[in-house]
Every structure is written in structure tokens, then in C-alpha cells.
């Protein structure tokens, strides 16, 4: 009988957002009357925008020609996507790239976790606490956890607790690593890293010979001039970093699916042995062997966003979400309620009221005010106490739901 792969046991009950999915159906099942507004899950709720939905229609209408027609593209994703992203993305931060330094993806979570593959079992990884999932639990899947302890703490890995009194950075680790997870704009605190605050990590990286896993993928909703929108803009990350960022939430890619993973010709590591390697290398390797590239309508849509008239129209919808989540930190906060990030990202992060437990106040929050947000412990130990809700909601529906939220805990 064929072997499963035990690590997948190791993993808690059931991945976050499913489990939230559940318990909403559930009360939905049994109250069919209830208008529930979902500020939980962070998908985007607005449509493409015009110049996007027109490039991609252009991609698809060549896909009909014989003479325009795309077959397997480069598993690295096109060159002429790749340089928009570095005139558009990037040279306006001073940030000079190569093509050959950008590789085109279906998102970022993909890579984020398919980045593993390029890394030896034996490397100690270190992640925020609490944390976008999915850094914990794909290291769960390779088989460099551990056994999880009574905390909720996998032994393999090192936790580095991001709350009020660190300012919802963390400490560097405690012990020696070997990676470092940091994602910048913060999911799920919606916090952001000064320029001054990631040197010092490029510098611990470089000391410590570690790699840092920059996810960027919210650096579209920064709203404040100093804070930086890459990793790449810190002197000498281009020696430490791989740098991870989405179309997803920047123009609601969520159901197109195109991210970017950039990997610096520079970054290296070590052989078994203590030679020198190139990871761009490797993940090139990676990318050629498993993955067969965006497809061409999609890449095309992609290019669309950067085009004077598509930046134009997302910018709008950037700024709409971001009104959001200004009303629902400006009317919790009036209603008492500590919050967090919803600044420069489109996620609060909230102190429970009365000292809930998170999935105490998740449960009260959709039976008595019919609104879903994310509990906090979700995304880790350190997430205990609070809640996390998402600007990525319709206006009406927003508002309505601050309203239930004050009418509830206001004082």
C-alpha cells in the first residue's frame, strides 16, 4: 500500500479559512433570513478594471488567430511583462532589476511556498507569530516542523511573537536561522516595516548568512511616503532577499491569478560541500521543471495594470478599499475598540472587546451582529485576543457592518 506523507498529519484541524467557511454556512443554514457581510476572507469584490478587462479580451481574440496564437510560453513568464514590472514596480523606487531576476507566477502564495523547494530539509526557518498561514503549515507539509507543542508552537520552527509592545514587529529569533519569513505590509496586522527597521533585518541576514522571504504583496496599499514598497530599496538585500508580490489584491487578480517572485542573480548559498550557488539558478531550474508558465491573455492582462490608463483606474479602486478600512477603523476606534494597521494596509487588526477568545468574539460577532472577520489565533498563538477584519467589501455593506459593530460593544 502506498505510503502518505505523514507531515500532512501534523497539521492542526483543518486549514483557517475553511473552517471559518464552515461555521459561517452553518449559521447561514439555519438562518436563511440573516444578511451576513463577510469581512473575513480577504478576496476583492471589485471587477477588473476597463483597461485590464480590454487587454485580456486582446489576448484572448490572438489566442484565435493562427498567426497570433500563444502555445507554451516561458515558464519564466515573458520578458516584455517582466521589463514593464521593472520600469513600472520598480525603477521608481531606484530599484534596477534584470528580466532574467523576475519570474512571472499564478500568485504568491504558490511561490511562497514553492520556494521551499530550493532550500536543504535541514534549514531553520524562522516566522512571524501570528502569520499568514501558509509559511507555517508548508513547512509542516516538507517535513521541517517537528511535532507541535501544547502552545500551538511546531518544535522545528522558530516563532518570532509580533504584538503591542514590539509594535507588531518582531525581535529577531532567538536562536541561529537559516530563513526568515517577513511579509511587509503585515498579514494579518496590517503593520508596516520603516526603512530603518528592515536595514537592520538585511543587515541581520547578512551577518547570520540567512535569506529573507520578503512577502510584498500588499505594497500597493501603502499610503505613507516613507515606508518602503520592497525589500530591494534596503542596501544590501539584493544579497539576502527574495522578494514575493501579487496582481491578487493589487487589481483583483484573486480569480486570474498572476503573481512575480524575484530572485536577485547575486543571492547565493552553500553546497553540501561549501561552494557558492546561485538561487536564481535554482529557482529557474524549479520553475522550468514544474511549472508551465502564466497563460499569455492572462500576462497580457497583467501588463494592462501598469499602462498609464490601467495604474489610473486600480489606483481608484486601491483608494476604495482603503476608505474601507479608514470607516472601520475610525468607528471602532470610536466605539472603544483597540485597532491596529488599516493605514497602508486593507486589514485591521482588533483587540477583542471584554477579553474574548477569537473564535469567541468571531462567534458572537456572526450571531448577534451577522458580520465574519478572521480570529486571530488563526494565524498563531500570538494572535490570541484578537481579530482580524478586511477592507475588501462593498461600501453599503461596510458600513452597515461598523454600525452593527458599534450599536453592539460602542460606548
Request: aromatic share 12%; proline share 5%.
Amino acid at each position: 500500500m502506498a505510503r502518505i506523507n505523514d507531515n500532512y498529519l501534523k497539521l492542526q484541524a483543518g486549514y483557517l479559512f475553511p473552517e471559518i467557511s464552515r461555521r459561517v454556512n452553518e449559521f447561514v443554514q439555519a438562518n436563511p433570513d440573516a444578511n451576513v457581510i463577510r469581512l473575513g476572507i480577504g478576496d476583492v469584490t471589485r471587477p477588473l478594471v476597463p483597461a485590464v478587462l480590454k487587454a485580456f479580451h486582446q489576448g484572448v481574440d490572438e489566442m484565435a488567430e493562427k498567426t497570433t496564437f500563444h502555445g507554451y510560453g516561458p515558464e519564466q513568464g515573458y520578458d516584455w511583462l517582466a521589463q514593464i514590472i521593472i520600469d513600472k514596480a520598480y525603477k521608481p523606487l531606484g530599484v534596477d532589476l534584470k528580466t532574467s531576476e523576475v519570474f512571472i507566477s499564478d500568485g504568491s502564495k504558490c511561490d511562497s511556498s514553492n520556494i521551499l523547494d530550493i532550500f536543504d530539509l535541514g534549514n531553520k526557518v524562522a516566522i512571524g507569530d501570528p502569520v499568514y498561514p501558509v509559511y507555517n503549515d508548508t513547512n509542516v507539509m516538507v517535513g521541517r516542523s517537528g511535532q507541535i507543542n501544547e502552545e500551538g508552537y511546531y518544535d522545528g520552527l522558530v516563532y518570532m511573537p509580533c504584538n503591542e509592545e514590539n509594535g507588531f514587529n518582531p525581535y529577531f529569533p532567538s536562536e541561529r536561522v537559516d530563513l526568515i519569513y517577513l511579509c511587509y505590509p503585515n498579514n494579518p496586522t496590517g503593520t508596516v516595516a520603516t526603512k530603518e527597521q528592515l536595514q537592520a533585518w538585511v543587515d541581520y541576514a547578512i551577518e547570520n548568512d540567512a535569506v529573507i522571504l520578503f512577502d510584498a504583496a500588499y505594497e500597493a496599499f501603502i499610503t505613507e511616503a516613507d515606508i518602503p514598497h520592497s525589500i530591494y530599496e534596503i542596501e544590501g538585500a539584493k544579497q539576502c532577499a527574495i522578494e514575493f508580490r501579487s496582481f491578487s489584491k493589487t487589481a483583483g487578480f484573486t480569480g486570474v491569478r498572476c503573481g512575480l517572485t524575484v530572485v536577485p542573480e547575486e543571492l547565493l548559498g552553500s553546497t553540501e560541500t561549501g561552494e557558492k550557488y546561485s538561487f536564481n539558478k535554482l529557482w529557474n531550474r524549479r520553475q522550468c521543471t514544474k511549472f508551465n508558465g502564466v497563460s499569455y491573455p492572462v500576462q497580457k492582462a497583467a501588463a494592462a495594470v501598469y499602462s498609464d490608463e490601467g495604474w489610473t483606474q486600480v489606483k481608484e479602486i486601491i483608494d476604495f478599499y482603503m476608505g474601507n478600512a479608514r470607516i472601520i477603523r475610525e468607528g471602532l476606534t470610536a466605539a472603544g475598540i483597540d485597532c491596529f494597521g488599516g493605514i497602508n494596509a486593507p486589514y485591521i487588526w482588533l483587540k477583542t472587546p471584554e477579553g474574548m477568545s477569537s473564535w469567541d468574539f468571531f462567534d458572537k460577532l456572526l450571531n448577534e451582529c451577522h458580520v465574519v472577520g478572521t480570529p486571530g489565533s488563526g494565524f498563531g498563538p500570538s494572535g490570541e485576543g484578537y481579530f482580524r477584519l478586511s477592507a475588501f467589501g462593498e461600501r453599503d455593506n461596510v458600513e452597515t457592518a461598523v454600525q452593527r459593530i458599534r450599536e453592539k460593544w460602542g460606548k
